[in-house]
């Protein structure tokens, strides 16, 4: 899903149709809206999800799969691959960059 803020076109997970997003485009879209980059420590990304997990309601699931996945699996570089080296961006799994609305405050 698209927004547009100001001029600029920011992604958004379409929420109403979560399961037909792929969790990488996910992970990216939290991740990236806090600010976070392909530079931030593995450790940092693992604790603002447990953060995001916390907080969210929408998102909650897929935050546990995301985890699962990344401390029982070790899939942690496979979700990294989609940031990039500026905040507030990421690579969709159509690999197109993108940008997103900052979140961080949240």
Known sequence: MINVDGNKILYSPDVKNLDKTPSRDIFGYLIASQGLTIHTAPLDIV????????MSTTYTSYISVMLDNIVWNGDLEEYMCVLGDE?????TSE????????????
């Open 47 to 54: 604790e603002k999800l447990f953060e995001l997990k916390k």
């Open 87 to 91: 905040p507030y961006k990421f690579i």
């Open 95 to 106: 690999g197109e960059l993108v940008d997103v609305k900052d979140l961080s405050w949240i």
